[in-house]
């Protein structure tokens, strides 16, 4: 995944509406969410005055949709209410739009795998998350260079006793990979140690039974006596306490079983030692009985269901910026023990004990509990695909370094092939025999993998990916291997890649991005014209920035166009998945946690409709109605910098007759200037504007007056210290509305022109780029309406056209057996009367409606979940018919055929 901002906000003006025909309460108990089921229920006596006030002009100018493919999966949605309504014959009012359904289900096949799950350890998803491991830390092996506020004794306190606790890394440690363990030289007093699990402390429920095991080693000739408590923060016990005596002095597992007697969500973990000389501790864990599936070293049974729950086709693992950041050289003696590593999964199998750790790249400790053979075993528990990601590389996400070392390139190489073997191979195969040990003697079957994640080197990464492909292909040619396009939807680097692909003849290329709300509402047709003949599309990760019901909307919106195109985008992604409200490094995510609880944001919601409905054909359909036109490019400038230091100076912005509107060379000051983000240190220094905090992202000052859609803006800039480059903004109207030029950024890889609207960035334009320290530099922008040219030096560096429309309507249908699934999203403020002609279709009276709708600023969260599904009963369903959309809503019309 790319780099994210800030958190970003969304603020859709505008309330809900809240109208539908004439549904309706839901019976008793019907409803998982009341508050979304009475939303639908308060609609009852507020239909005809929705449906009149939707007639009024408009102005905006109509559109119609290309020929629509989707069709309807037999797994239904779960019925969150029971209710009753009425459609309207058609031609009883003037509708909004028209949908009109071609007369056969022609469209193309959808994929069996059209939906899935990625799943990266990132907002600690895994650690702390996914994986049901109470303990934090541990095996002692947190660093500083996880994290700079850790050390090897991170999550855990002392008490009692006057003799020594502390973690130690000699030839005394438990394996070569485990290389700290915890020492206790014991003095006759009783000693112990806390560990405070993940955030808040450990969820422990009454009567729930947990699995504690430790390694130990005890040089007291008797041995010496431990003992396991499970309490509270205030000492209350939680369990009875558990004896464990650590006898002899070499390593050994020592389990049992704590069974609670209490509940609390700040739960903790101590080992009491007694007796005299030296304890060694190593791999003190505890895990819940109730584990998904019951399994051991096993995953958090909530979160694991939530996922399940989704009936994802595959699973896109383990990254993500995991996979291609980092050294790419093994955990061993020879190479010095390398933390911060590209996720290796030879390091992720086998005794847990035995597998090394590494600095995740988001920031913490990532322990590899939860590894590869898990992330097979989950994949096969929830029915889905498993589809893994190994590093090509060449690293990307802000590193962009590609590895010249032959030998290593080729042992990547053979560790795919293994990793292949491991899923598939025999039990007498070398890998095979491992995975037979380790508990499934079956084989995964295993059909794709993906080599690398959004290399920005396209050729470097290309020339590896040629490699693995053909090696994998010479061994096992039915895997299907996925190349990629790099971090973005547009640029150098994706059409370089794309032209690679398309020239080499892979069979399907991963896309990823991360972008507004608008850019998803301004390209429901982005893969309308895709070659029919080139790659097939895997949209691995993509999302609205933010988790708001109009983000959920918008991508709700280009999903239909994904299921019109299902003979090219052919799997799909929404990502990350999981994030802790305790740690998270980036937003928006799917499910949200805390140590006991769980969540699905507004997005789940409507993936999850999607997923559970997708289909086995598209419908060919078209629909008519309005659409929101590009506006100019108005607003002021600005200047701003990220991790950066630098000087800007003879600011001046002409008409293109050459009236000068602004000018400013700081010689009286900064007074033209004004601060928008509040960060930064902004000065005039010997004559030019400099912000000097190397440390401050985005530091946005805005600068004269309003300007019109026409017009040229000039300065110099100068990097003086730091990690990137400048931000010129332009058309800027606050802190969260407004275009920028990005020179230098992204550990000054790449430069780009962004666009925030509503604080939700997309990027129009990215090439690679790179801004000289102490070098000045000429800058030129040229604004005409929605179009810029940039120049540096006098010589084009690129040009943008912000004319696509916003489509806030949008639709698909798909065919499921007998039944025909109008999937329709209106993410607007008002309803949306339409007029859905079937073509002379023999269907059922009624049909079953699934809305999700609600304040589009509304967000799911721990405490209160205002967006869920309601389903409802429709009556009056013909071969042609008139139905109003909610305001801000996701519908879809199951309906039958006869």
């Known amino acids: 995944m790319t780099r994210s901002s800030a958190v970003v906000r969304r603020a859709v003006a505008g309330l809900l509406v809240a109208s539908i025909a004439m549904v309706t309460p839901a019976s008793p108990g019907a409803a998982a969410s009341t508050q979304a089921a009475s939303q639908i229920a308060s609609a009852q006596t507020r239909l005809t005055q929705a449906a009149r006030a939707s007639q009024a002009p408009s102005t905006q100018a109509p559109s119609t949709q290309a020929p629509s493919t989707q069709a309807p999966s037999t797994q239904a949605p779960s019925t969150q209410a029971a209710a009753v309504g009425r459609a309207s014959p058609a031609g009883a009012a003037e509708p909004d739009y028209t949908i009109t359904v071609g007369p056969e289900a022609d469209g193309p096949e959808i994929s069996d795998r059209m939906y899935g799950v990625f799943f990266e350890d990132i907002n600690n998803a895994a650690d702390g998350g996914l994986y049901a491991e109470m303990v934090r830390n541990r095996s002692f092996e947190f660093r500083p260079v996880d994290n700079a506020s850790y050390t090897a004794m991170t999550g855990w306190a002392r008490s009692g006793g006057v003799g020594t606790v502390g973690a130690v890394d000699d030839d005394g440690r438990l394996n070569a990979r485990n290389r700290t363990y915890l020492r206790m030289g014991l003095d006759s007093e009783p000693l112990r140690v806390t560990n405070g699990g993940f955030a808040a402390g450990m969820a422990v429920h009454q009567g729930g039974r947990y699995d504690f095991s430790v390694w130990a080693r005890s040089d007291a000739a008797g041995g010496t006596p431990l003992t396991v408590t499970l309490h509270d923060a205030a000492g209350r016990a939680l369990a009875r306490p558990l004896a464990v005596t650590a006898a002899g002095d070499t390593w050994t597992k020592y389990a049992g079983v704590l069974r609670a007697t209490g509940s609390s969500d700040a739960g903790r973990l101590s080992v009491t030692a007694a007796g005299a000389g030296t304890l060694r501790l190593d791999m003190i864990s505890l895990f819940p009985r109730d584990t998904f599936h019951g399994r051991p070293n096993g995953l958090r049974a909530d979160l694991a269901r939530k996922v399940a729950d989704l009936r994802p086709s595959f699973v896109r693992f383990p990254g993500g910026c995991l996979v291609n950041t980092g050294s790419m050289y093994p955990y061993d003696e020879a190479n010095g023990f390398p933390r911060a590593r590209a996720y290796q999964w030879k390091d992720t199998v086998g005794p847990v004990e035995t597998r090394a750790t590494n600095a995740n790249f988001w920031g913490y400790n990532q322990s590899y509990g939860l590894g590869y053979y898990e992330y097979f075993q989950f994949s096969e528990d929830i029915g889905a695909m498993p589809l893994p990601v190994v590093p090509a590389l060449v690293t990307g996400c802000g590193q962009n370094r590609a590895t010249d070392d032959e030998a290593l390139l080729r042992r990547h190489i053979q560790d795919t092939l293994d990793l292949i073997e491991f899923a598939n191979g025999p039990q007498t195969s070398t890998w095979g025999s491992l995975r037979a040990r380790m508990g499934h003697p079956r084989p995964f079957g295993l059909t794709a993998l993906a080599v690398g994640n959004e290399e920005n080197l396209p050729d470097q990464y290309f020339a590896n ?162 659409v929101v036109e590009p506006q100019p490019i108005t607003g002021a400038i600005g200047l701003s910098t990220w991790a950066t230091a630098a000087r800007y100076d003879d600011v001046k912005v002409t008409a293109p007759d050459g009236t000068v509107l602004f000018a400013d060379d700081f010689s009286a000051g900064a007074g033209n200037w004004t601060p928008l983000a509040g960060r930064g240190t902004w000065s005039v220094i010997d004559g030019a504007y400099a912000q000097t905090d190397v440390t401050a992202e985005n530091t946005l000052v805005k600068g004269g007056p309003t300007l019109p859609s026409e017009y040229d803006l ?73 179009r810029v040219r940039l120049f540096v030096d006098g010589e084009l560096w690129g040009s943008i056209a912000d004319d696509r429309a916003t489509e806030p309507f949008a639709q698909v249908v798909t065919q499921d057996g007998r039944d025909l699934i109008v999937k329709v999203v209106n993410a607007q403020d008002t309803p949306a009367t339409t007029t859905i002609d079937l073509s002379g279709r023999d269907v059922a009276p009624r049909a079953r409606m699934t809305v999700i709708t609600g304040d589009p600023q509304a967000q799911n969260t721990g405490t209160a979940h205002p967006i869920a599904p309601v389903t409802t009963t429709l009556k009056g369903v013909a071969s042609t018919f008139t139905h109003t959309f909610l305001p801000n809503s996701v519908t879809f019309l199951r309906i039958r055929q006869r």
């Open 714 to 786: 000039t300065l110099t800039a100068t990097k003086t210290a730091g990690n990137e480059g400048f931000l010129v903004a332009f058309g800027l109207k606050d802190v969260d509305n407004w275009y920028w030029w990005n020179l230098g950024g992204w550990n000054n890889t790449q430069g780009a022109v962004e666009k925030a609207s509503g604080g939700a960035k997309e990027q129009l334009l990215t090439r690679p780029d790179r801004i000289e320290t102490g070098k000045t530099y000429n800058l030129r922008a040229e604004v005409r309406g929605t």
């Open 465 to 626: 990916f040629q490699r693995f492909r053909a090696a994998i292909e010479s061994a096992y040619p039915e895997i299907t291997v996925i190349g990629n396009t790099g971090p973005d939807d547009q640029g150098v680097t994706f059409d370089r890649l794309w032209a690679l692909n398309r020239a080499a003849g892979t069979e399907m290329v991963d896309e990823h991005y991360y972008n507004s709300p608008a850019w998803f509402l301004q390209n429901n047709r982005r893969y309308d014209s895709y070659d029919r003949g080139g790659p097939q599309v895997f949209l691995g990760e993509y999302a609205s920035q933010n988790n708001r019901l109009f983000n959920a909307l918008s991508e709700a919106a280009f999903m239909t166009g994904l299921e019109r195109n299902a003979d090219v985008v052919r799997q799909a992604s929404y990502a990350p998945l999981l994030a802790s409200v305790d740690s998270t490094q980036w937003t928006p995510d799917m499910i949200w946690f805390d140590n006991d609880d769980s969540w699905g944001s507004t997005s789940y919601e409507v993936q999850k409709l999607f997923m559970n409905n997708v289909g086995d054909r598209v419908v060919p359909s078209r629909a008519t109605g309005r």
